[in-house]
């Protein structure tokens, strides 16, 4: 029942919002505020063009890609960080100041320091490692000790107290890690591809263009393209999780 009600909320929303936007757009150019019916044309535009697939198609690769090169590392300190004290010490001070560098700041600083075509991926990487390390080293840390200990008395061997307590308490961390990852991948990347020419066949580099010809209805077209995209790739990652707890 609140699942239903939950899907009719998202209706009554976004049928409101449209009527509202339709509303507000009577009597405005369509460069300053187009309608949803403009958007709508140039969405159909963009979806039917030549480009589209290999456009969506390179910038969900460097999504992926991303994603994976801070993935590694944070899953590697998050068990180091549980092993050695130390380095959890460590590491919540530097992810804390990653944490708190502007990401406009970091793609200036990555535009002046490094090849353009790694800029999406360096400029990812600083933003998602610290919220992937942090759900994982926090999962870890968080497993109840006296559930190891009692593990321990009883001489429990250790792949199952890997498997039988730890993986079990890391795994609402490591889902929200995961999710609030890829979502901030999404952002990140498309941000940093309106700086990046080396590959104009990318979601930013074609907002930009759209940009440059003052088309604001363009430019709404390919958030929502991200925007469904996104959406589309979080349930897939939520039926994945929720599949592989039913057979774990």
């Known amino acids: 029942m609140k699942e239903q009600l939950r899907k009719y909320s998202y209706v009554v929303f976004i049928a409101v919002f449209i009527v509202l936007w339709h509303f507000l757009s009577l009597g405005r150019k369509t460069l300053i505020f187009p309608s949803p019916y403009e958007v709508l044309l140039s969405l159909v535009s963009i979806v039917r063009s030549g480009i589209f697939i290999a456009v969506v198609f390179n910038t969900l690769k460097t999504i992926f890609l991303s994603f994976v090169i801070a993935f590694v590392p944070a899953l590697v300190l998050g068990i180091f960080s549980k092993l050695v004290p130390v380095v959890y010490i460590v590491m919540d001070g530097v992810s804390a100041v990653a944490r708190s560098i502007p990401t406009v700041a970091i793609i200036l ?6 090849p353009v075509s790694l ?4 400029i990812c990487f600083f933003v998602v490692f610290p919220v992937l390390y942090i759900n994982i080293a926090e999962g870890l840390v968080s497993v109840d000790g006296r559930l190891l200990e009692m593990a321990r008395s009883y001489r429990i061997n250790k792949r199952k107290i890997i498997t039988d307590i730890y993986i079990p308490s890391l795994r609402p961390f490591l889902i929200a890690g995961i ?11 498309v941000t940093a ?19 440059i010809q003052i088309d604001l209805a363009g430019i709404i077209a390919w958030t929502i393209v991200v925007v ?21």
């Not at 800029?119 to 360096?122: D, E, G, H, M």
């Not at 999710?179 to 990347?189: D, N, P």
């Not at 995209?229 to 592989?244: A, H, P, Q, Y």
């Open 109 to 114: 600083m990555a535009l002046l320091l490094l």
């Open 119 to 122: 800029t999406p991926l360096v």
């Open 179 to 189: 999710r609030s990852a890829i979502g901030l991948s999404f952002k990140i990347i």
């Open 193 to 211: 591809e309106v700086f990046n020419f080396v590959n104009s066949n990318t979601i930013g580099a074609q907002m930009y263009m759209h940009k």
């Open 228 to 248: 469904v995209i996104s959406l589309l790739v979080d349930f897939i990652l939520k039926k994945l999780f929720e599949r592989s707890e039913i057979q774990w």
